[in-house]
Structure formats: C-alpha cells, structure tokens
C-alpha cells in the first residue's frame, strides 16, 4: 500500500513537471536588418544586405541568414542586461573598413545578447589598438 501511494505520488510530480515545462515559454525573436557594409560572424565574411536574425530557444543560440537566400550561421552569444531604451538593433565593432557582429538587442526584453570576439577578430583588433590607440568603434544598425 504505501509502495503504491510513493509511485503515485512520484508519477503525479512527474506529470506535473512535464507539463509545466511544456507550457513554459519559450523566449525567442526574429529582426530583420538592412546591413549596409560587409562584416563577419566569428571567422564567416557576409556581404551588406538585408538579413534575417533568429534565437533558438532560449540558450543565446542564434541564427543568422540572409532575407533572400545564401550563407547562414549558427552562433553563441552570451546574455546581458540591457543598458539604454528597449529598441531593437545590432551593434557592430569596426577596425578600418572590416566590421564584426558584437551585440544584438531584440527590443523586446531587457537582454541584450554578446557575441565573444574570434580569433580573427582579435588580431585585426590588437593591430588596430596598436596603430590609434583605440581597438573598437561601435556602429549601430536597427531593425526593419
């Protein structure tokens, strides 16, 4: 008797769980940009146009795809709160003509979302730091 109450109970908690999970949402969002200059995600060069911006799940996953086709890449950002007004955009770090992805701000929650600079972008960055004595300037973009 008291081996059947414990499975029920056990049974019933787990019941429980799985639907509060399924019923829990989800965070994601979509924006869309127009980029107008070249720029790279990690070690991956896309050309200017309008693209397409997508979190998967609620990991700081993201997916990045041209509106129209071509490339597309899935990163890992890393959470922070947001700093100014809830609007959605992009920020990108600049070292001469060359542009990377840095943070994306969806507009809708307090989150901002990094993006860790690759490799590559830290050796253009320590030339550039090297030669002004700035390694960064940040270039907004906003959504569509």
């Given at each position: 008797?008291?081996?059947?109450i414990?499975?029920?109970?056990i049974?019933?908690s787990?019941?429980?769980?799985?639907?509060?999970a399924?019923?829990?949402?989800?965070?994601?969002?979509?924006l869309?940009?127009e980029?107008?200059?070249e720029?790279?995600?990690g070690k991956?060069?896309f050309?200017?146009?309008?693209?397409?911006?997508e979190?998967?799940?609620?990991?700081?996953n993201?997916?990045?795809?041209?509106d129209?086709?071509?490339?597309?890449?899935n990163?890992v950002?890393?959470?922070d709160?947001?700093?100014?007004?809830?609007?959605?955009?992009?920020?990108?770090?600049?070292?001469?003509?060359?542009?990377?992805?840095?943070?994306?701000?969806?507009?809708?929650?307090?989150?901002v979302?990094?993006?860790?600079?690759?490799?590559?972008?830290?050796?253009?960055?320590?030339?550039?730091?090297?030669k002004?004595?700035?390694?960064?300037?940040?270039?907004?973009?906003?959504?569509?």
């Amino acid at each position: 008797m008291k081996k059947s109450i414990v499975s029920l109970v056990i049974a019933f908690s787990l019941l429980i769980g799985c639907a509060a999970a399924a019923t829990a949402p989800v965070f994601s969002f979509r924006l869309r940009a127009e980029i107008p200059f070249e720029f790279m995600v990690g070690k991956k060069k896309f050309p200017k146009g309008e693209y397409i911006i997508e979190s998967v799940g609620d990991t700081g996953n993201m997916l990045l795809r041209r509106d129209k086709g071509g490339k597309a890449i899935n990163f890992v950002t890393i959470k922070d709160k947001q700093t100014d007004k809830h609007k959605s955009k992009l920020l990108f770090r600049r070292y001469g003509d060359q542009y990377f992805l840095a943070r994306i701000s969806d507009g809708t929650s307090q989150t901002v979302f990094k993006i860790e600079k690759s490799g590559a972008e830290k050796k253009i960055a320590k030339l550039y730091k090297d030669k002004s004595g700035k390694d960064e300037d940040e270039v907004p973009v906003s959504d569509k």
